[in-house]
């Protein structure tokens, strides 16, 4: 009774959550005789240039062919993000005896999931259809086509523009493993519709989805393999700090294999085999669900772009300048559907620079961004600006402070001390070129930094940045600190022993 009551909870909310995002009974407008802007897709970038825009007085017209808010809200930050913090608190409870709890937790899976879509159902009138219409844009749902340069159709009716957004984002791609295609898999477009935890789960991709999931699903008690082409996870961040969550997932209880293949996939009586090829020999795993997180395509396909004059690649996507202009001048693209790097918050900031340089003669750059980032495993990895690597490839000499986060007060309070951070400055001053933070909520400390490179505050200043105390973020006035000590050369230190000499 309680699971068929759960069930119906769970309907409840995806209901709620479909009449914001996809009414069934809506109806869409007689068209404009011109618009100033047509956006094309409803995700973050979407919604944020298509509210900015009408707020500013232009005449705004928006289409969605599937859900409004796009993968935030339905399949991305929004529904993973209330299912990680669960799993967080999971495993806060795992570590309860190490504070002198003894109280035994257990996680109730489809409680969690049904929590996740109560909020998500919550969230979703902040992107609803008719919230949209209320700001005085047009809202159609349904597939638009280009029909010329400055003209789309949209259900049998004409749209014409004069400035026009493509931002219809990106999909889960699927890798060409024999066997995968004719076995049901999840992706992140389906992994949230689970109401019952899987026993045994293979997760193909160690990158931030797969990382994130893999340690949040073992934290509920499903028994975990992440599966990774590469010989180590989180391929794109700082080595160190990629080496630090890798021992809290295997801490955790995840089978990590890292510079495996996966040879094939098929089914048995019992659920599904993943057979690996694994330093020289085979081996066969069998699972219950398959999670796929292993890379992302862009969506180009169907609207056409070809007859609008708009440039793309299938694996790239939408190809645009450092003005986020395609190769239509009157068209401009945002987000995933043109960017290598996919956040939300990107996706934000290129919905803004668009405004400005379609509607009002802008010459804003994507290229000036200072772009933060955050996984969200335990503990998290946040990164801005550039790494070594980076600055090497670059030819910029660095001096690089680390902080680790066992000598941060907090954190040892908290018992958070697996961590570190570190911030990169150009050589011979305190020029922040670069940081990356490992922490239990190197997310929220990372936007210090981040407003640092922007506002091009040194470390020297932040140094006379009083910081609450306790918190984590001191590690960031720790680092600060260590520099200003590296200004104190032999000469100024004499200087100084005169100098106190003397007012003795």
Avoid at 271 to 281: F, H, K
Wanted: overall charge neutral.
């Amino acid at each position: 009774m309680a699971d068929a009551s759960r069930r119906a909870s769970a309907d409840e909310y995806d209901a709620r959550l479909l009449a914001n995002v996809r009414p069934e009974d809506w109806i869409n407008p007689e068209p404009a005789p011109r618009y100033n802007l047509l956006v094309i897709g409803a995700g973050t970038a979407g919604l944020v240039a298509a509210a900015g825009a009408a707020g500013l007085g232009a005449r705004v017209a928006l289409v969605e062919r599937r859900l409004m808010g796009g993968d935030c809200l339905n399949f991305g930050c929004v529904p993973s993000k209330a299912l990680i913090h669960a799993a967080r608190v999971c495993g806060e409870s795992n570590h309860a005896l190490s504070y002198g709890i003894t109280t035994a937790q257990h996680a109730d899976f489809g409680a969690v999931m049904e929590r996740m879509r109560r909020v998500r159902a919550e969230l979703s009138a902040n992107d609803s259809a008719a919230r949209f219409k209320s700001l005085g844009v047009d809202v159609f749902l349904g597939e638009a086509r280009f029909v010329g340069r400055a003209a789309a159709e949209v259900g049998g009716k004409r749209l014409n523009f004069s400035r026009a957004l493509v931002a219809t984002g990106a999909r889960p791609a699927s890798p060409p493993i024999p066997g995968l295609a004719e076995t049901r898999f999840l992706t992140n477009e389906t992994v949230f519709s689970l109401t019952e935890l899987p026993r045994r789960l293979a997760v193909i991709g160690a990158g931030p989805i797969g990382c994130e999931l893999a340690q949040a699903f073992r934290r509920f008690g499903s028994e975990v393999w992440l599966l990774e082409a590469l010989e180590q996870i989180l391929a794109r961040e700082d080595r160190d700090a990629a080496a630090i969550v890798e021992r809290a997932i295997v801490g955790d209880g995840v089978e990590l294999i890292a510079g495996c293949k996966v040879a094939s996939i098929g089914r048995t009586a019992a659920g599904r085999v993943v057979r690996l090829e694994y330093r020289g020999a085979n081996r066969e795993i069998e699972v219950d669900e398959i999670l796929v997180t292993a890379g992302r395509a862009p969506n180009v396909e169907g609207m056409g772009l070809e007859a609008a004059g708009v440039e793309y690649d299938r694996k790239s996507g939408v190809r645009v300048d450092d003005y986020l202009q395609t190769s239509n001048p009157h068209i401009f693209a945002a987000g995933d559907v043109c960017s290598a790097l996919q956040f939300t918050h990107l996706s934000d900031a290129h919905a803004r620079i668009v405004i400005r340089n379609a509607l009002f003669f802008g010459r804003d750059r994507a290229s000036r961004l200072t772009i933060p980032w955050c996984i969200f495993t335990d503990p998290e990895i946040a990164h801005v600006g550039l790494s070594e690597a980076e600055a090497a490839r670059r030819g910029i000499a660095v001096r690089t402070f680390t902080q680790e986060m066992n000598a941060v007060d907090r954190a040892v309070l908290d018992g958070e001390t697996a961590g570190m951070a570190k911030v990169h400055v150009r050589e011979g001053t305190d020029q922040i070129v670069g940081a990356t933070i490992v922490a239990a909520h190197a997310g929220e400390i990372i936007s210090e930094l981040t407003l640092a490179i922007a506002a091009g505050i040194g470390l020297g200043r932040i140094a006379g940045v009083i910081h609450p105390y306790p918190t984590q973020a001191e590690a960031i006035k720790k680092i600060a600190d260590a520099y200003n000590r590296t200004r104190l050369t032999p000469p100024r230190k004499r200087l100084l022993a005169r100098l106190l000499a003397w007012r003795r």
